[in-house]
């Protein structure tokens, strides 16, 4: 059933624009997309592959906001996961805070794309019946009012290119409700003007050809395998994430996530084996990361740009690690 409607989706003439399309083409990702955007599902905190360095720093940047509201005293947490995909994210988070002995855990997750539902629905099977822990997974779509009550969250997540994926135009509205829900912070990631190509469902060899047209933000991409799909991406400035989320967020930090290593990673179809990243050359690329992810000159041809945002009015709880790009030229 599941399945006649993905190639009903994927088959239709397309309006790239349209929210349904976003979901159709990561319906008809399916499972493949857990696999790509982070490896082994079943092995949380592993982080390799394509992904690792921007995996592991956002990773270690939420579980620092989760230990200090534990550390805090606070008992209880709520986190919205809004374009959760599979949901990886929030079972990380939910593990943790499991793990740091949180009495009560509430974890929502959204997508339009009711494919990757399913698989974080399944994939939180045995997170979900813990007590304390209410894990929920629906299908919703970010430019609709979110269903819960101002002031409720503690971390609202937004990460990897959701935002991308929306009407520029509707990014006004989808952060007032963003910051009316949220009391703690907000994280968002979305794919930075100068980064590095992407197809978003799969890894980048799955496509024959790909143009995004900037004057329009629509993307079309040729798949290896015959189909065509069309989906809305748009390539975010530093400058507009800051004008959409500033006026209802402290800019805590706002940076280059993954300037250096996805650009410096061997290719196997290319590049001898003796070229294969050591453990030294990793470091070293981490050392290049935290010097130039705040500088103006990096931050835009990063992969990702990362905004961490402050409700502006709510108490400093879950800490605050300052990076903002210089505007002058001078290096970090
Ligand atoms: C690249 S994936 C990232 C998924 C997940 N956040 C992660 O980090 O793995 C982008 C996700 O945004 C979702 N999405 C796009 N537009 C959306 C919208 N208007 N409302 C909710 N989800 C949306 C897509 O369906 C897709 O699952």
């Known amino acids: 059933m599941h399945t006649q409607r993905q190639h009903h989706h994927a088959r239709r003439t397309v309006d790239p624009r349209r929210a349904e399309s976003i979901a159709a083409a990561y319906d008809l990702a399916g ?24 995996d592991r720093r956002l990773w270690s940047l939420l579980d620092a906001k989760l230990c200090r509201l534990r550390q805090s005293g606070a008992r209880s947490v709520t986190i919205l996961d809004a374009g959760c995909g599979p949901g990886t994210w929030l079972r990380r988070l939910v593990t943790r805070a499991v793990e740091l002995r949180f009495a009560t855990i509430n974890a929502r997750g959204f997508d339009v794309a009711e494919a990757q539902i399913e698989t974080a629905r399944r ?29 409720s969250v503690d971390l609202t997540l937004c990460l990897y290119s959701v935002l991308s994926h929306l009407p520029i135009a509707s990014l006004p509205n989808v952060a007032s409700e963003i910051a009316r829900v949220t009391r703690g912070r907000f994280i968002t990631t979305v794919r930075a ?9 799969d890894s980048i060899d799955k496509a024959r050809n790909f143009r995004l047209d900037h004057s329009q933000d629509r993307y079309h991409i040729e798949l290896r395998n015959g189909r065509s799909i069309a989906l809305r991406s748009h390539l975010f400035t530093a400058r507009e994430l800051r004008k959409a989320f500033g006026r209802h967020f402290e800019v805590e930090e706002l940076s280059g996530l993954d300037i250096f290593h996805s650009r410096f990673l061997p290719d196997r179809r290319w590049n ?7 453990k030294q050359f990793l470091d070293l690329l981490a050392q290049l990361e935290e010097l130039y992810a705040g500088d103006a000159r990096f931050i835009e041809r990063a992969t990702h740009l990362l905004f961490v945002g402050r409700r502006r009015g ?7 690690e ?5 505007d002058d030229n001078s290096r970090r």
């Open 123 to 151: 994939m939180a099977g045995n997170l979900a019946p813990l007590p304390g822990v209410s894990l929920k997974f629906d299908v919703a779509d970010l430019t609709s009012p979110l269903r819960e009550a101002t002031g």
């Open 272 to 278: 001898p084996a003796s070229v294969l990243s050591d």
């Open 322 to 326: 300052r990076r903002l790009p210089k």
């Open 314 to 320: 709510s108490s400093a709880v879950l800490g605050a």
């Open 193 to 201: 003007v100068g980064s590095t190509p992407t197809i978003f469902i």
């Open 31 to 54: 499972d493949n997309y857990i696999a790509y955007a982070d490896g082994d599902s079943t092995r949380l905190f592993s982080f390799e592959g394509l992904h690792a360095y921007a």
